[in-house]
């Protein structure tokens, strides 16, 4: 972040450049890649996933929330969808990039925002949203689900802060 790059991860050719342009050393792939991994870096294919995972949490929502959400809706002749929000960029990093040995760099999200709704039935409903999500985002696409399904819609979100925002009030 300190050469004012859009993103943090390393590829060999962007600590090439980088090389060549602060000390005016222009080095082979291979030399680079030796280089490298004489200081203890290594091409690594970074991680994508959640920090906040808990197995027992996971575990109780399967055997006890989630099968009352199911009943509730059946209840109100309701469709139930899970709906969960994901970043992209048109700059995504893809592959591997040097970190050092031992230590898979860890992605933060950041760009757009893909927001989807899934039935366990299979029904789809998607919008992209630029820039950061918020509550009020949020329940606009609510309000587009439910026009949409034509019947009461149960949602079941992660704790993201836009889903549980005080302003947030379901109905």
Not at 117 to 140: L, P, R, T, Y
Not at 148 to 169: E, G, L
Request: glycine content about 4%; charged content about 25%; proline content about 4%.
């Amino acid at each position: 972040m300190n050469y004012q790059f859009s993103f943090c991860l390393w590829s060999l050719n962007i600590i090439r450049g980088l090389l060549e342009k602060e000390r005016d050393i222009k080095l082979s792939k291979s030399s680079m890649s030796r280089l490298l991994n004489h200081l203890g870096l290594s091409p690594q294919k970074p991680l994508y996933k959640s920090y906040k995972q808990d197995p027992q949490q996971i575990k109780d929502y399967l055997s006890q929330t989630y099968p009352e959400a199911v009943a509730e809706a059946k209840k109100y002749n309701a469709r139930l969808y899970f709906i969960d929000e994901a970043a992209f960029r048109s700059e995504a990093h893809r592959g591997t990039t040097w970190g050092k040995a031992g230590e898979t760099p860890v992605i933060k999200d950041t760009g757009f925002k893909l927001i989807s709704a899934v039935s366990a039935q299979g029904d789809m409903h998607f919008d992209v949203i630029e820039g950061c999500m918020n509550s009020e985002k949020f329940i606009e696409y609510l309000e587009k689900l439910r026009s949409d399904t034509n019947c009461p819609v149960f949602v079941i979100a992660d704790n993201a802060r836009t889903t549980i925002a005080r302003r947030f009030k379901p109905s």
